[in-house]
């Protein structure tokens, strides 16, 4: 079973703090992977997306690949209540490449 | 603000009865998707499309899930004997024809099946 997990389950921050969020993938054939995020009663938003090791920043975000462990995160500085939200590691498969398998999500809750 | 429209945005319907909801997916993207989540976060791949043609679709799809997307009208899946296990989030999403291409997704239909 093709599978991407995700840690921690909840996370809380304060406000200007730094949130930091995992994944991790157990199929190597993944070499894409999109941080997703949902605020409640809202579809997923796409963030960013990887797919080269290393670093990637867009903003406050940044999105840290290391292909050899599978391991994918994302970290918020400066984090802000908006950001209150659940957060998903994706990574498109199939012979497509298109469809999505989405890690379980991690709610994050950032306090004023 | 999404520019994938789904309708309606809640559903409520007794086991057995046929739900169907509707998807209008962003001016320019001819790949639709369906994903189910449910109340645990867990998302499911239902069916894709591209334009009007079914790209992929899994078994559950098949049997008692029905789903078009017809030239000039909304995109729309149906279930055709509602479970309660079918409670859940049903999110549409499109994107441009490109590998890994980034998906839009649409506020959901929240189907409760009582």
């Known amino acids: 079973q093709q599978k991407v997990q995700q840690s921690p389950e909840s996370l809380s921050v304060p406000e200007g703090g730094m949130a930091s969020l995992n994944c991790t993938s157990s199929?190597?054939?993944?070499?894409y992977f999109w941080w997703y995020r949902q605020h409640s009663g809202e579809g997923p938003k796409a963030l960013m997306?990887?797919?080269?090791?290393g670093d990637k920043k867009e903003g406050r975000f940044t999105a840290h690949l290391n292909k050899a462990s599978l391991h994918v995160s994302l970290h918020i500085r400066d984090s802000q209540p908006s950001d209150s939200a659940l957060y998903f590691c994706?990574?498109?498969?199939?012979?497509?490449?298109?469809?999505?398998?989405f890690g379980i999500g991690t709610l994050l809750s950032v306090k004023p | 603000n999404s520019k994938v429209i789904q309708t309606p945005r809640y559903l409520v319907k007794g086991q057995g009865q046929k739900a169907k909801m509707r998807c209008i997916p962003e001016k320019g993207h001819p790949v639709v998707f369906w994903y189910q989540q449910n109340k645990n976060n867990e998302f499911k791949f239902l069916i894709n499309f591209q334009n009007q043609e079914v790209l992929q679709q899994i078994d559950m799809t098949e049997k008692r899930f029905s789903a078009e997307c017809p030239s000039n009208s909304p995109c729309s899946l149906e279930i055709q004997s509602s479970e309660a296990g079918d409670s859940a989030l049903y999110l549409c999403a499109s994107s441009l024809p490109r590998l890994y291409a980034e998906q839009f997704f649409g506020p959901g239909t929240r189907l409760t099946v009582l």
């Open positions: 997306s990887i797919f080269s090791d």
């Open positions: 994706a990574a498109p498969y199939g012979s497509s490449g298109n469809k999505l398998i």
């Open positions: 199929d190597r054939n993944f070499q």
